[in-house]
């Protein structure tokens, strides 16, 4: 009976270490069990949005799941951003950051309602684009050096629009004046979109916005690009000079990139990153992304963690040099 007893005992033991294994492991063997909400901090329409739905629409073709697409604009993209921080770290509450949301705006404005390394989970880098500098045809300069005298010669005279106080659309003007020791008045809008509409209309004179979204303008003859923010040309507009062939070094790319919140699980961030490059590498939306002149990246988690913090800090670099204060 004694036997008896101590076998009832282990087994029961080795089923109840069973069950709480199985347990453990339901939450990610069933990710997910229900819709996917992807967070944009930035308005429909834009470079942003465009990719977030391309890479929305493999994850849920992936999962059989729906994934949707929350446009929670404002405060250059802190109010969505924000929003992720602060849910759930269950998988369910995803963002699609950006070079503003996750380094350019941490690095110039201390008062952010969240923290770029401390409040998310980095899953993956989905893609990276230069941005382009592009001028209203009322604007006499042909070329990046023609530019730069005319700024020269005109000193506050010309302007330049951004998506907002510390996007990376801002800091891109604010680094091209730096290295070209020239003045230009920043004029701030709440979004690309309205910024690029003042331009159209010749009320803003140039914007160093995502080739995604101005490259369309430029092909139509609504703007005048003279040069790209990328270290070479890029393969989209190769006959546009990269704005580092006049000024060495000058470099602006944006990005964007899947963030979950601080605490979700390890496997289930594998699991998102796993379809996440699976689906940027897929030969639709590599064609898509080149199209819009950017180039799919698909990172893995660690990878995606490590440029987060080396594009934070060369931010803050341009930051201190530029002696950039946001009021």
Known sequence: M??????????????GA?????????????????????????????ATDVIARLVGQKLAEAWSQP?????????????GSELVARAAPDGYTLLMGTASTHSVAPA????????????????????????MLVVHPSVPAKSVPEFIALLKANPGKYNFASSGPGSSIHLAGELFKLMSGTAMTHIPYKGSAPALNDLLAGQIHCIFDNMTTVWPHVQTGRLRALGVAGRERSPVAPDVPAIAETLPGF?????????????????????????????????????????LGAAGVGSAPE??????????????????????VLE
Do not use: C, H, M
């Open 67 to 79: 994934v949707v697409i929350d446009n929670r604009a404002g405060a250059t993209g802190a109010i």
């Open 303 to 324: 990878e995606f963690a490590g440029f987060v913090k080396k594009d934070t800090a060369r931010w803050r670099d341009v930051v201190e040099k530029a002696r950039i």
């Open 18 to 46: 069973s069950a709480a294994s199985a347990q453990s492991n339901a939450p990610t063997a069933a990710y997910p069990a229900r819709a996917v909400r992807l967070i944009v901090p930035f308005p429909p329409g834009g």
């Open 108 to 131: 110039v404005n201390a008062r952010l309602p969240y923290n770029n390394l401390t409040d998310y989970v980095p899953v993956s880098l989905v893609a990276t684009f230069p941005n």
């Open 251 to 291: 470099e602006a790319n944006s990005w964007v990139g899947l963030f979950a919140p601080a605490g979700t699980a390890r496997d289930i961030v594998q699991k998102i990153s796993s379809e996440a490059r699976r689906g940027v590498a897929t030969r639709d939306v590599a064609q898509r992304l080149r199209d």
């Open 2 to 15: 004694d036997f008896a007893w101590k076998l009832s005992i282990a087994l029961l033991l080795g089923l």
